[in-house]
């Protein structure tokens, strides 16, 4: 499995985020979250927050090794050790 089909299966199970599997993430009319609030994965608390930042706001500094998994320490990538 690579590791982007990784990626997209543990949102939407909601492994990373500590949601229970089948938890719907928010949609960007719907989100908690605004754009240009949180511009670093340090100050996020969840995947998907960091999934919010990246995919709806376009925030591609949160992927720093570029494999299309955002803040990898809360998304599950964890060999990144890049800190952003």
């Not at 009319?29 to 995919?55: D, I, L």
């Amino acid at each position: 499995m690579t590791r982007l089909a990784l990626a997209i299966l543990v949102l939407l199970t909601g492994a990373a985020a500590g949601q229970t599997p089948g938890t719907v993430l928010p949609r960007p009319g719907n989100s908690p979250w605004r754009c240009g609030e949180k511009t670093y994965c340090t100050q996020m608390t969840s995947c998907a927050e960091a999934m919010f930042h990246f995919r709806t706001c376009g925030l591609v500094r949160l992927d720093g090794d570029r494999d299309g998994v955002p803040c990898e320490r809360l998304c599950g990538g964890g060999r990144s050790t890049r800190r952003r």
